[in-house]
Antibody, heavy 123, light 111 residues
Framework: EVQLVESGGGLVQPGRSLRLSCAAS????????MHWVRQAPGKGLEWVSG????????GYADSVKGRFTISRDNAKNSLYLQMNSLRAEDTALYYC????????????????WGKGTTVTVSS | QSVLTQPPSVSGAPGQRVTISCTGS?????????VHWYQQLPGTAPKLLIY???NRPSGVPDRFSGSKSGTSASLAITGLQAEDEADYYC???????????FGTGTKVTVL
């Protein structure tokens, strides 16, 4: 069974850091691009970042550029999101999603989603 | 950073047909990028509903259909059922911003 399980969320003070992880199973992880998508409470979906199969292509939403870093470890079937200088507006449920393809050129779509991990930024 | 616009809500009686529009621009839908649709049931993660403008993944009822024309796309639900109450999001890619973009989301209510 194809599965994505996020972890690492929690309550953090503004300005601090947090690292999210996503453990993948049931498919050949290093064949596919991966994404982080977030959803603030009561709000819509926002793409945060994406990474190609070999980490050769990476993209970020303007709202997180310079503060967040996406990475992956294909040997561990894992995706990560390092979040620095966190702000209240980063409070959201963060989803890990698998792309149907291997690149982040926008050709394909997100065919598998995890259940998400909650990040709350508050003092 | 929603560059795809959807109506906030649509509603219909059981058995009726409803449509949800997704309006973009020349740098995303109009540039030829496909539109995909996701269904988010209350309290759950999004689920792929339509891919490549009009294709249904295995297991998605044929009551759901998608189309694309110019800088817009649409999702239609025919024979509306109570279990279709959910939020629906369109998604594409914007070449000028080099980002994946989601629509603003539409809540479907079954009366």
């Amino acid at each position: 069974e194809v599965q994505l399980v996020e972890s690492g969320g929690g309550l953090v003070q503004p300005g601090r850091s947090l690292r999210l992880s996503c453990a993948a199973s049931g498919f050949t992880f290093d064949d596919y691009a991966m994404h982080w998508v977030r959803q603030a409470p009561g709000k819509g979906l926002e793409w945060v970042s994406g990474i190609s199969w070999n980490s050769g292509s990476i993209g970020y939403a303007d709202s997180v550029k310079g503060r967040f870093t996406i990475s992956r470890d294909n040997a561990k079937n894992s995706l990560y999101l390092q979040m620095n200088s966190l702000r209240a507006e980063d409070t959201a449920l963060y989803y890990c999603a698998k792309d149907l393809g291997g690149t982040t050129s926008g050709v394909y779509y997100m065919d598998v989603w995890g259940k998400g991990t909650t990040v709350t930024v508050s003092s | 950073q929603s560059v795809l616009t959807q109506p906030p809500s649509v509603s219909g009686a059981p058995g009726q047909r409803v449509t949800i529009s997704c309006t973009g621009s020349s740098s995303n839908i109009g540039a030829g990028y496909d539109v995909h649709w996701y269904q988010q049931l209350p309290g759950t993660a999004p689920k792929l509903l339509i891919y490549g403008n009009s294709n249904r993944p295995s297991g998605v009822p044929d009551r759901f259909s998608g189309s694309k024309s110019g800088t817009s796309a649409s999702l239609a639900i025919t024979g509306l059922q109570a279990e279709d109450e959910a939020d629906y999001y369109c998604q594409s890619y914007d070449s000028s911003l080099s980002i994946y973009v989601f629509g603003t989301g539409t809540k479907v209510t079954v009366l």
